[in-house]
C-alpha cells in the first residue's frame, strides 16, 4: 500500500502540479499551504510521508519539523525536507530541525518519488 | 637595569679603586710599619738596657780606679825617702835621731792619710810584724798617731805574710774583711781591704812592709750612692765569688754588717738558679732575662790584677722587666700611633682619591639614568677636564642628536600614524561597504536561486507531467522536445549550483581566515555527511562509492574550520559528480596520510574511475573541467567550475593541498585533499 503523503508547499503551481503527478501515480496526497496548516493537516490526515518546504508563511519548515517531532508518536512520519535553498548549512540546519533528508528543487517528481522510496525503505531498515 | 644595580654598580668601581689604592699604599704602609717595630724592638730593648750596662760599667771602673789609686800610695809611701832614712839609719841613730826620723815619716803618713781621706789607718810594719808607725783616721784632721804599746804585732796576719812573700814593688790586696784590732773585731764593724808593698833598705834587704787599710764603703759607694736617671729604683749589688753582697742598694744585705751576720743575705738564696748560675759564673757582660723572675739583670765580673787571690767580684744592676719594656713599648706604641694615623691619613687620602675619581663617573651615570627614562633634554655637566669630561662632552653632543633625531622620529611616526589611521578608515569604510556588497551578492544569489528553482520547480514538474502523459498522449516529436528541455534544465541547475557555492565560498574573506574556528574532527565523519547531502546525485549519476580503508577505530583527525571543511569537501565531491557525464562510473574514497615540509596531514583520495567503455576525450575533459576554472569542450559548454576553485584556494588557506591528477592514457582522475593532521586532547 502506498504510503500517505502530505505536501507542504506555499507555491500553488508547485503543489498542483506534485499532488496531480503523486496523485497519478497512485499515491494518497494531502496538502497544506503554509506552516500551520501542515501542522493541522499532520493532526488531520495523520500523513506517512511528509514534503516539507522550507520557506513557507505563518510557521517555517524548520520550526514545523521541530513541532511535529516533539510530538509523541511523530518519529514514524517521514518529513523530507524540499527546498529551492541549496546552501550546505540550510541542509544540515533542516536535517537538525527533524527532517529525515533534504532534496534540493528543482527535482523531477518520478526521482523525487524515487528518493521517497529509498528513503522510507531505509527507514524501515 | 633598574637605578639600584646602577648604584651597586658606580659603588662597585669607587670600592674597587678604594681597594686598589689601599692595596698599593697602605698595606705596604702597615708591612712596612709592622715589620719596622718587629725589627727595632730588640734594638730597642738594648737601648733600653744600655743605661744598666752604663751603671755597672762605671761602678767597676770605680773601683778600679780606687784601688788603682791606693795601690800607687802604698807604693808612694813604701819609697818615701823619709821611711828609706828610717829603715836605713834608725837603728844605728841617737833617741833624738831616731824621733826625728820616726816623726818625719809620721809627718809623711799624716799628710797622706788626711789628703786622701778614705783610709782606715796606714801602717809602718817591720819584718817582726811590729807596728813601727801608724795613722788612724777617722774623720776630720789630723789622724791619729797610734804610740809605743798601742801598736801591734801583725805577723800573724795573712796580709803580712802574703806580703813578705812578695818583691819590692809589688801589691797585695786583700778581699773584704772586717777589720780587727789585737785580734778582736774592730766595732762598730768596719770593712776594710788591706792594700800592702814590701819596704826594702838599700841594700834590697826587706824591712817590712806598708799597709794600707781601705775602707770598703770607698768603693762600694756608687752602689748605693749612684743613681740612674732611667731607672731610679735600679737595684745594684756586688757580690764575691760565693755571691755573698759585699755591696748593695739596700745596705742591711751587705755582708760584714750585723743584720748579715744574722740573715746570711746572699744571691744564691735571693735568686732561683736561673738567674744566680749565670750571674756567678758567665765571665762577660751579661743581661739576663728569664722568665723565673720579673726583673733584668746586667752583670759585669771584675778581676782587680792586683788582686793576689782568685777571688772576683761580680756587679750587677737590676730593673723590673716591665719597667724596662715599658720604655720598649711606649715607644712602640708611639710607633704604632703614628703608623695608625698614617694608615688612616692614607685611607681618608684613598677614600677621598676614589670618590673624586668616580665623582665624574657618577655623574656621567646619573645623567645616562635620566636620559634613559626619556629626558633627551637633559644635559650632563662636565666636573672634569679628563677623559670622563671629554666622554661626558660626547655623551651630551650624542644626547642632543638623539632629541633631535627623535623629534624628527616622533614627526614621521605621527605623520605615518596619522596616515595609516585615515588609510585604516578608509579600508573599514571600503571593507564596510564590502562586507555589505558581499552580504548583497550572497542574498541575492542566494534569492535568485531560490526564485529560479521555485518556478523551474513547476516547470520541471510539468514536464514531467507532460512526459508521463497525466494530461494525454504524446507524439514521439514531443516527447522528444520534453527530454532536450528536461537536458536543458538539468544544465540550468548545474549552473545555479555553480552559482550558489561560489557565493557560498567566496563570502569568506581574507581577514576572516584568522578566525576560522579551528577545531580537532575526524575528517570521515564529514566526508559521509556530505555524501548524505550528494546520495540523490550520486544515485543520477549511477556512481558507485567505495570506501577503502575507512575504520571507525582509526580516525583520521585533522585541524581545520569544520563547517568550511564541510563546504569544501560538498563542493569538490559535488563537482566530481556533476561533472561525471559518464553514467556507471566508480568513485573510491581512501584516507591516506602523509608528511609534507615536516608537518604530518590526513587526506582523502577520491578515485574517479570511468568504465573502458569512455573515450579518452571524456575523461580528459572531465579532468579539465575539475582542474580548470571554465571548460569548453565537446562535453561541456561554458562549464564554470569556480566553486572547486575557490574550494583548492580555501584548503591552501587551511594548510593543506588539493592535488588533481590522471595519468595519461588511464581512465582514472584522481582528486587529493590534504588537511594538516590533528590530535585528540
Redesign the interface.
Known sequence: MNPKILLVED?E??LE??A??LE?SKYSVATARDGQAALDAVEKEKPDVIFLDL?IPIIDGWEVARRIRSKQGSEKIVIIAFS??????E??KALQAGCDA??????????LI??MN?ILNKKND | MNDDSKKRRSFSIQRKLLVYLLIISLIPLLVMGLFSIYMSSKPLQQVAMTPLKNHVLSISSHIRQELYNVREDALYASRLPDLSRFVEYYDESSQSEQIRLLQDVVNDFQELITKRKKYHYISYINSHGHEVVRLNYSSGDPANVVLGEQLQNKSDKVFFKKTEELDFGEVYVSTVTLNEENGILDTPYTRVLYIATPVENIMRDKKGIIVIALRAEVLFKPVREWKMQEYPNAVSFITNQVGFYLAHSDSTKEWGTRQDLEMEWSLINDYPTEVSNPLLHDSEMTIIDVPQTDEIFVKIMSYPEFMNNKSFWVIVSSVPRSVVYARVNRFKQVLLGILLITALCTFCFAMMLSRQFTRPIKNLRNGASIISNGDLSHRIEVVSNDEIGDLTRDFNSMTAQLEELYQNLEQKVKERTERLQKALEDLRTKDKLLDESDRLKLDFL?NL???L?????????????LS?E?YGNLADKQKDALKKA?RN?YHT?KW??GI?RIS?LSALKPDQIGALNCDTFNLVDIIIS?LK?L??AL??QRISVTFANFSETHPYLIVADK?KV??IM?SILNAIIHHNLCKNSSLTLTCKERIENKIQQYGLDAVVEFPDSVEDMDVDDFYRALKEPFIHSHSYFNITNLSTNVARGLVTLLGGEVIIKRISGSHTVTVTVYFKKGERA
Not at chain 2, 528553482?453 to 507531467?465: C, D, E, F, G, K
Open positions: 507555491n503551481d508547485n502540479t506534485l496531480t503527478f497519478f520557506s529551492a535553498m541549496a546552501l550546505p548549512q541542509m544540515e533534504f532534496l534540493s528543487k528543482p527535482m523531477p517528481p518520478n526521482a524515487e528518493e529509498k | 542566494t536561486s531560490s526564485e528553482r521555485t518556478p523551474l520547480t513547476s516547470v520541471t514538474n510539468y514536464i514531467a507531467l508521463s497525466v528536461q534544465l541547475f545555479l549550483d550558489i557560498s556530505v547531502t546520495q540523490y544515485d543520477e563547517e564541510d563546504e560538498a
